[in-house]
């Protein structure tokens, strides 16, 4: 139990509660999870985040799903509201997800387009907002990458956190994964839950991964969320972002111009990128090539040596860029691999980066 406890909480910015989940693991019964996605653009790095983490906990032994959000994503206005191109967005992220080690024989799929057929999930959704104050539900919409005031334009966005309240009391589940971005959600679920006599759910939160072009300490008086939105990884600001579509130069060029300076930890993208996805993902560590007039080449076994030395100057930016590059590509190289021999991924593709340079 106390290895199932370590697999799961590793990497994490928070769990909700962790006694709970111990209580939940004690009890030897088969616990359910998920995590939903938007099936909004292209897959980016910082969903691999959350993706070893679905990972940790199949190998714990959780029965996991992963619900393609594609309601979701039109309510959030996501692919100009092209159901047939959301629903192949959603295609082309489980094709990743395969590609990474989480086979559709492990998972349950679940599309939303399923849920919404039922007419007790719309009940749900009634019960929810019913016990759910208008306040709450604006500002709950920070979940979906939206400020509170958008409900003004738009009444259907007041659905969308009743909705993914509802998924996770639909599917009975023990633990809600998801980004920190989703904690008002899960918040909102455990809130709800006894009201409406439901199991209140355990709530994984993954860390989110900064933009390339990094972040500055948060000022007193900014939203919290609205910080984070600001300087996170996202796929509606492309120039932040390392895909998995990117060529291998691509990606050495976009770190090449990250974020980093000597010496400096907090808010550095290219240091997070080996914290939170190449010291989890593979861990034989970190090998940075240097010539021998600046120290020869040096082995990093874990981030917090790695973090030691660039933050003690011993380890120039340039050195630590290149050898990111290097190892990112190891990683992504089999997803991009999976999904360029598809033409209509590829389509996907070009056609969401038109309508991103418009």
């Known amino acids: 139990m106390e290895s199932k406890l370590s697999l799961i909480t590793r990497n994490t910015a928070e769990v909700v509660t962790p006694e709970e989940l111990k209580e939940a693991l004690e009890s030897g019964r088969k616990l359910k999870g998920y995590l939903g996605f938007e099936p909004s653009g292209l897959f980016h790095i910082g969903w691999l985040i959350w993706a070893q983490k679905v990972k940790d906990l199949l190998q714990a032994g959780v029965d996991m799903s992963l619900l393609v959000a594609t309601w979701h994503a039109w309510i959030n206005d996501k692919l100009g509201g092209n159901m047939e191109m959301i629903k192949l967005a959603g295609d082309y992220a489980i094709t990743v997800l395969d590609s990474f080690g989480i086979s ?5 799929v679940i599309d939303a387009e399923d849920m919404v057929k039922d007419k007790d999930y719309w009940s749900l959704v009634i019960r929810v907002a019913k016990n759910t104050s208008l306040a709450r539900m604006k500002r709950a919409l920070t979940i979906m990458g939206r400020k509170a005031d958008e409900a003004e334009l738009d009444s259907s966005k007041l659905i969308y956190p009743a909705m993914q309240v509802s998924d996770i009391f639909y599917m009975d589940l023990d633990i809600a994964l998801g980004g920190t971005d989703q904690r008002k959600a899960h918040m909102l679920a455990r809130d709800v839950a ?132 290097r190892k990112l590509n190891q990683i992504i190289d089999p997803l991009r ?20 340079s418009r």
Not at 104 to 108: A, E, G, N, P, T
Not at 228 to 240: G, N, Q, V
């Open 104 to 108: 559709r024989s492990k998972v349950h």
């Open 337 to 356: 691999k999976s999904i360029k021999s598809r033409p209509e991924y590829d389509k996907l593709a070009k056609e969401i980066a038109r309508s991103v």
């Open 194 to 325: 006894e009201k409406l006599g439901k199991k209140k759910v355990i709530a994984i939160h993954t860390p989110l991964l900064v933009g390339l072009q990094g972040g500055q300490r948060m000022n007193p008086g900014v939203d919290e969320d609205d910080a984070l939105a600001d300087i996170k990884m996202s796929k509606s600001k492309p120039e932040t972002a390392i895909f998995i579509n990117d060529e291998p130069e691509e990606v050495e060029g976009k770190l090449m111009t990250a974020y980093c300076p000597k010496g400096v930890v907090e808010n550095n993208p290219v240091l997070q990128i080996n914290k939170y996805i190449l010291f989890q993902v593979d861990d034989r560590g970190l090998k940075v090539e240097r010539d021998a007039k600046f120290g020869g080449d040096v082995q990093f076994n874990t981030y917090e040596e790695l973090e030691k030395a660039y933050a003690e100057g011993k380890l120039h930016p340039k050195d630590l860029k290149v050898a990111t590059a």
